[in-house]
């Protein structure tokens, strides 16, 4: 299959690129769209970083203001002793203040977290509610405690996490990418650009851009729908058809915790990446979202 219009459309479409301090750690972030209009911040899943969001910020960048930052531990952004939750949400709202996102005097601006992306955004409505739209997840749901795992190696007991490997030749590098979990590559030019943005050259090769031990220390918890309940803004869900992500398959839970009020929307034929196989349907689902918050703070601030 050859290249679709859209994606060169968003490898050249103008944007800028910023860092801010978070706690003691710089955070790479990117902006697209103009000042002023109503703000989104977009996060990545685990062991990801900004270039997930490449395909679909700047087809929102035409009624948004958008920004999508490297979580530390990933991507351009620096590491941490040790992470949390915490430290997640203060970092959205450092890209959300140094990018501007909060210039729109009219609407909040709103949180699209993806997979992991998506804990971190719930962790942002909980924490900051109050100054935001909403929240979005995008294949991530929020499930009952008692069928909550806990991530990571310090939830295994199986010692710390390794360095990530170091390959001699890019090209075998790029051979050993995957998505977890795995899926069809529809676009094999959008899969390849993914996989050269993750990595990043180091003595004697090349290595994966993310911190191995991020998952060593940070625990989720099993009180996650006391945090989602708990959030003073909007929600909404989108989910890939075919997902088979285990932490993305508890939305009925979470449309019972809203007495049935949680806008759900599942992307035909898509898997738990759906912004690699739809990013036009992406885009469309995020922006019918965001147009019916923003109409409603309008409503609310009349």
Known sequence: MGEPEWFHRALEANSEKGRVSVAGCGIGYETWGQPGL??????????????????VAPFLADQFHVAAF???????????????????????????????????????????????????????????????????FCDYTVCAPHDWQEWGRKAEGSGPARPTRVYPELETALGRFR?????????????????RTALREVEGGWTWKFDPS???????????HEKYLAMRCRSALILGEHST??????????VGLTAG??????????????????????????????????????????
Not at 38 to 55: I, K, M, Q
Not at 87 to 102: K, Q, S, T, W, Y
Not at 278 to 295: F, Y
């Open 38 to 55: 109503p703000g989104v911040v977009l996060v990545h899943g685990s062991n990801a970083n900004r270039e997930w969001w490449r395909f």
């Open 70 to 136: 490297d979580l530390s531990g990933n991507g351009d952004s620096g590491w941490r002793p040790e992470y949390t939750g915490e430290r997640f949400a203060a970092e959205v709202m450092g890209v959300i203040e140094a990018a501007g996102l909060d210039a729109c005097e009219s609407v909040r601006p709103a949180v699209v977290g993806h997979s992991f992306g998506g804990y971190v955004a719930l962790e942002a409505g909980y924490r900051y509610g109050s100054d935001l739209a909403g929240v979005l």
């Open 179 to 195: 998505l977890l979990p795995d899926q069809p590559a529809r676009f094999p030019s959008v899969h390849a650009h993914i996989a």
């Open 214 to 224: 991020l998952f060593d220390t940070i625990e989720l918890g099993d009180d996650q």
């Open 245 to 254: 992500d285990e932490g993305a398959q508890s939305a009925d839970y979470m």
């Open 261 to 302: 009020r949680l806008a759900v929307m599942e992307l035909p034929g898509t898997h738990h990446h759906f912004m690699f196989e739809e990013p036009v349907a992406t885009v469309v689902g995020i922006k019918a979202v965001l147009h019916g918050w923003r109409i409603a703070e309008l409503e609310e601030n009349r």
